[in-house]
């Protein structure tokens, strides 16, 4: 299938190293590409910073999102999400949500949206009061109200499905962490669950997943929230494997974050079973296919050091970690934050390729394109893939059969490709996209205050030099493939 574009001047870029060999077939070019080291602000993985807001009992408290601070974060730090927890103090109390907070809600994702950024989302009802442990009742809502308020949030969540990262949990215990709540657990001792609590509990995680669309995961606190709740083991044989991923069960969109990450041996509680170890493996067999991140919160030398956080970071596959939080612990990796911005999550990168220099019209164009993953995970959300034939008056695309959350971390993945040449003759340079899922942020409208359009801001810029064209978000190839 082929679209037509508006055509594009094409920028001056630096080709890659070329070779041109001759087979049966007609003449073909092989050509290598340069990595490139800088830190690139793609989406849904790097740091994130935190964001919060809250609606007291008498309207006050909601502080709306900036456009202006959300686009400096993607423009200035090259960070391209925020968790934007959205505290439901006011409704504790109440069945129904105002229409002016969901109001307040919609124009916090318009802002997002025009930003160019994601949101990793969060509602929650209460933070704690005084003194350690948290005095009772802490403040959440029953299971009942809870439902009632998914649904109708649900909307608002479909709506904007493709400017969120990830939802977490959240809504039980305070902070939404599922931990210290007055229906979810013994108030008076938090680590008291019933087989009841549990059903409540898995009530909220399975609303929460029918409020999104199928291909839209979650993200629950600790390891044995999605095994006690599913029936799943701990251990590596309980995470998820390659042949289920993606299928749209709950187990294949339920992932992890880590709020107290190296913070002690167990992360305060986030690893239950015994040896730890089990956990830990659980998470890291799920996280080759679900998104895992969190925050650092507590330091503890030597595993909150950077050796062994780094060696974490890439087993346990993570895509993003809180910017402002923990700074005690993130300031001892001194310039190896640097890493971390480049490692958290995927890191797609073009080796080698080799291309048909002509064609007929309609005819086969052979590509063959080898992308490394240099990052520590793998996408957790659909992309789409196409070749781009950007000629001298008009664009044409084909789309491919590839999918970059298979495209694991540490590993090469090679296209071979067959595709059709444009019918109209001519020169085109070959690009490929690889462009969020949704035609909405692929959308050629201009993003307020900003000469960026949003399939740019959305689309992946793979890490090499002289390849990324920043007007359109495609990935320039060094190729010209004639049509005559």
Request: glycine fraction near 8%; charge should be neutral; aromatic fraction near 10%.
């Amino acid at each position: 299938m082929k679209r037509l574009f508006a055509a594009i001047a094409v920028l001056g870029l630096a080709l890659p190293t070329q070779a041109a060999v001759a087979n049966g077939n007609g003449l073909r070019t092989t050509r290598t590409y340069t990595a490139s080291t800088d830190v690139i602000a793609n989406q849904e993985r790097g740091f994130y910073h935190h964001t919060e807001t809250h609606y007291f009992a008498d309207g006050s408290g909601y502080t709306p999102l900036d456009a202006t601070t959300l686009r400096n974060f993607r423009t200035q730090e090259d960070i391209t999400q925020i968790l934007r927890v959205f505290y439901l103090e006011k409704f504790a109390g109440q069945d129904m949500i105002d229409n002016a907070y969901l109001d307040k809600v919609r124009a916090d994702f318009r802002t997002i949206r025009a930003a160019g950024v994601k949101a990793i989302v969060r509602f929650a009802y209460a933070l704690p009061g005084d003194g350690w442990p948290p005095p009772t009742p802490y403040g959440d809502a029953p299971l009942s109200r809870v439902l009632k308020h998914i649904d109708q949030l649900k909307p608002i969540l479909r709506e904007n499905s493709d400017v969120i990262a990830v939802v977490q949990e959240g809504f039980i215990g305070l902070w939404g962490e599922g931990y210290y709540t007055d229906y979810f657990s013994d108030p008076a001792d938090p680590s008291i669950v019933t087989d009841q609590n549990w059903a409540d509990r898995k009530a909220v995680t399975d609303a929460l997943l029918r409020a999104l669309p199928r291909d839209r995961m979650i993200q629950v606190r600790t390891p044995y929230m999605k095994q006690r709740t599913y029936g799943v083991p701990t251990g590596a044989a309980g995470g998820l494997d390659a042949a289920h991923a993606y299928d749209g069960s709950p187990v294949a969109r339920i992932g992890h974050h880590n709020d107290c990450f190296l913070a002690s041996p167990d992360d305060f509680g986030t690893y239950l079973s015994d040896p730890i170890e089990l956990d830990k493996d659980f998470v890291a067999q799920d996280s080759n296919y679900l998104p895992q991140g969190g925050e650092t919160c507590a330091v503890n030398s030597p595993r909150s050091d950077w050796p062994s956080a780094s060696e974490e970071m890439a087993r346990m596959h993570f895509s993003f970690l809180n910017t402002d939080y923990n700074h005690d612990v993130l300031d001892t990796w001194g310039d190896e934050i640097n890493t971390v911005k480049k490692e958290l999550g995927y890191r797609f990168s073009l080796v080698k390729g080799t291309f048909s220099d002509k064609a007929r019209p309609r005819g086969t164009v052979s590509v063959n394109l080898d992308i490394r993953n240099s990052g520590w995970a793998a996408p957790y959300n659909p992309r789409e893939v196409e070749l781009i034939f950007q000629g001298a008056k008009h664009s044409y695309s084909v789309k491919v059969p590839a999918d970059p959350r298979r495209w694991a971390p540490g590993t090469t993945t090679t296209l071979a490709l067959q595709v059709r040449a444009p019918a109209v003759p001519g020169r085109y340079r070959l690009l490929l996209n690889v462009a969020d899922a949704s035609p909405r942020l692929r959308s050629t409208r201009l993003m307020p205050g900003s000469t960026e359009t949003y399939n740019s801001a959305y689309a992946v810029r793979l890490a090499n030099t002289g390849t990324w064209q920043p007007k359109t978000g495609y990935n320039d190839l060094g190729q010209t493939v004639t049509v005559s």
